[in-house]
């Protein structure tokens, strides 16, 4: 209760934050783009997971605020970066509520349009069984989306229950490995087969692949072999405040 009363401030009292995490090109180690991930300090509670305040937000109807303000912030700092010189990508997560928002398209157009923002630099990463809960209203969702030309990511995927006949009917552009999978590949033959699976699979509908959590070296080498497009993981980077992440790019050179 005592949560959900001060989550209703926290736009306003400026307690939220996004964080940034790097995606690496698995080839040439590029920045590929990053993915926005919310962060809320809380006054008194310090550092609130959003693993935690997502499902209250979601219960009490304020996911659709805390989305929209997530969407125009990682809008704004696509826009920064690009008047900075840097072109980065950004992936923000949604969630069910907002998938069956019916202003969302409009709502996204708006955020591009406020800041400037082409589509293309915009990925809504989607957990593969939020997804498929509402398959039709997902799909129409999604079909919107694509055709603004903003890009569709299955995340977490290996987690749900995808119908592959559904899987090749999604508009989506990137599939996301969930890092279970990624943990077990250097000790595990059965996770390099699911892996690889998965990749050929992708690969066939025309999907890129990006595997998350990727934590040691031993893991990111096999993911390469493997023909993973794009590493995201502690080996790289933690998810970063806007001037850290600037910080780390320029020590990158
Ligand atoms: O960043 P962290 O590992 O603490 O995230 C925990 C969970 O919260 C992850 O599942 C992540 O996808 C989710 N999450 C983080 N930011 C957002 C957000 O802006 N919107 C939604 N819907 N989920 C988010
Ligand atoms: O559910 P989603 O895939 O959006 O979750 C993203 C969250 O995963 C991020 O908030 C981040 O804190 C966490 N994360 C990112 N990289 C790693 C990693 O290498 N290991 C682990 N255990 N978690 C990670
Ligand atoms: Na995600
Ligand atoms: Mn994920």
């Given at each position: 209760?005592?949560?959900?009363?001060?989550?209703?401030?926290?736009?306003?009292?400026?307690?939220?934050?996004?964080?940034?995490?790097?995606?690496?090109?698995?080839?040439?180690?590029?920045?590929?783009?990053?993915?926005?991930?919310?962060?809320?300090?809380?006054?008194?509670?310090?550092?609130?997971?959003?693993?935690?305040?997502?499902?209250?937000?979601?219960?009490?109807?304020?996911?659709?605020?805390?989305?929209?303000?997530?969407?125009?912030?990682?809008?704004?700092?696509?826009?920064?970066?690009?008047?900075?010189?840097?072109?980065?990508?950004?992936?923000?997560?949604?969630?069910?509520?907002?998938?069956?928002?019916?202003?969302?398209?409009?709502?996204?157009?708006?955020?591009?349009?406020?800041?400037?923002?082409?589509?293309?630099?915009?990925?809504?990463?989607?957990?593969?069984?939020?997804?498929?809960?509402?398959?039709?209203?997902?799909?129409?969702?999604?079909?919107?989306?694509?055709?603004?030309?903003?890009?569709?990511?299955?995340?977490?995927?290996?987690?749900?229950?995808?119908?592959?006949?559904?899987?090749?009917?999604?508009?989506?552009?990137?599939?996301?490995?969930?890092r279970?999978?990624v943990?077990?590949?250097?000790?595990?033959?059965?996770?390099?087969?699911?892996?690889?699976?998965?990749?050929?699979?992708?690969?066939?509908?025309?999907?890129?692949?990006?595997?998350e959590g990727?934590?040691?070296?031993?893991?990111?080498?096999?993911?390469?072999?493997?023909?993973?497009?794009?590493?995201?993981g502690?080996?790289?980077?933690?998810?970063?405040?806007?001037?850290?992440?600037?910080?780390?790019?320029?020590?990158?050179?």
């Amino acid at each position: 209760v005592e949560m959900q009363r001060d989550l209703r401030h926290a736009v306003a009292r400026q307690e939220l934050q996004l964080y940034f995490q790097p995606k690496l090109r698995a080839d040439s180690g590029e920045l590929a783009g990053v993915e926005a991930l919310l962060r809320w300090h809380h006054p008194k509670r310090g550092m609130v997971s959003p693993a935690e305040f997502i499902p209250v937000a979601e219960r009490f109807g304020l996911i659709g605020e805390l989305g929209l303000w997530v969407l125009d912030e990682a809008c704004r700092h696509v826009r920064l970066w690009h008047e900075a010189g840097l072109d980065i990508p950004v992936a923000v997560n949604v969630s069910v509520h907002q998938l069956r928002q019916p202003d969302l398209e409009q709502r996204v157009r708006e955020a591009l349009k406020r800041h400037r923002v082409p589509a293309r630099m915009l990925i809504m990463e989607i957990t593969e069984s939020v997804a498929m809960e509402d398959i039709e209203a997902s799909m129409r969702v999604f079909d919107m989306l694509d055709q603004i030309g903003v890009r569709l990511s299955i995340d977490d995927f290996g987690t749900g229950y995808s119908s592959l006949s559904y899987l090749r009917r999604l508009p989506a552009r990137q599939l996301k490995i969930d890092r279970s999978f990624v943990r077990d590949l250097d000790s595990s033959l059965d996770a390099q087969a699911i892996v690889e699976a998965v990749v050929r699979l992708a690969h066939a509908l025309g999907l890129k692949v990006v595997a998350e959590g990727v934590e040691t070296q031993d893991q990111a080498d096999i993911l390469a072999q493997l023909h993973c497009d794009e590493l995201q993981g502690f080996l790289f980077a933690r998810p970063m405040a806007e001037h850290t992440l600037l910080h780390w790019l320029q020590q990158r050179g």
